[in-house]
């Protein structure tokens, strides 16, 4: 079964430079959910997207910011990055028009390492 | 903001045993409940989902229930394995449109 795409899986950049991660949800799936995970943390959610439309927004950055476009897929555009920017990435979908009968499902998470 | 603590931090327990995960929210009105696992450096891997109109979900050795009027879900774990080593996480969400995770629990199964 297909799942949730993240691109890239790895990235390292340094300070002040702009970063972009990519995620693909499941087909059929119309929300899209990001999360950020620093090291020995839980997962803190930054921003979602039902429909290509911002839905709800957490505790992400003014320095951040996302869209989902028309094939569904999203980017986080992640500008002057910091030290403390360095996490895993996760991105994940569901189906808002079914409810959530299905949960989250989560990609495999791009690992942003800022040196 | 929902805050959502998980009991054990960690725990090691020899391979067969039984177990139990506990999560608790300070809001208990949860409308859907999930129980996660992740490897280290690795993603989130969706163990069990408990719906709204739901109070406990089985898969294979694991069982999952919330208990609403409380705010809190337990994740049992039966026969224990090796393999089941792994940090395990529950999210909890409201009427919102987004989960809460919890702290996690850490989970070693000693051979």
């Known amino acids: 079964a297909a799942g949730v795409i993240q691109s890239p899986r790895h990235l390292i950049k340094e300070k002040r430079e702009t970063a972009t991660l990519k995620c693909y949800p499941i087909?059929?799936?119309?929300?899209v959910y990001w999360y950020q995970q620093g090291p020995g943390q839980d997962p803190q959610f930054l921003i979602s997207?039902?429909?290509?439309?911002?839905?709800d927004k957490g505790s992400i950055p003014d320095r951040f910011s996302a869209q989902q476009f028309s094939d569904y897929h999203s980017e986080l555009n992640m500008s002057s990055l910091e030290l403390g920017d360095s996490a895993l990435y996760f991105c994940?979908?569901?189906?808002?028009?079914?409810?959530?009968?299905?949960?989250?499902?989560f990609g495999s998470g791009t690992r942003l390492t800022v040196v | 903001k929902q805050e959502v603590t998980q009991i054990p931090a960690a725990l090691s327990v020899p391979e067969g045993e039984n177990l139990v995960l506990n999560c608790s929210f300070t809001?208990?009105?949860?409308?859907?409940l999930q129980w996660f696992r992740q490897d280290p450096g690795k993603g989130l891997t969706s163990l069990l989902l408990i719906q709204s109109s739901q109070r406990e979900q089985t898969s294979g050795r694991l069982n999952a229930s919330l208990d609403k009027s409380s705010g809190r879900s337990t994740l049992y774990i039966a026969a224990s394995q090796p393999g089941d080593s792994a940090t395990y996480l529950c999210?909890?969400?409201?009427?919102?449109?987004?989960?809460?995770f919890g702290t996690g629990t850490s989970l070693t199964v000693i051979p």
């Open positions: 809001d208990s009105a949860i409308y859907n």
């Open positions: 997207f039902y429909e290509k439309m911002q839905s």
């Open positions: 999210a909890g969400a409201n009427t919102g449109n987004q989960f809460y």
């Open positions: 994940a979908s569901s189906n808002q028009g079914v409810g959530w009968a299905g949960g989250y499902t």
């Open positions: 087909p059929r799936h119309d929300t």
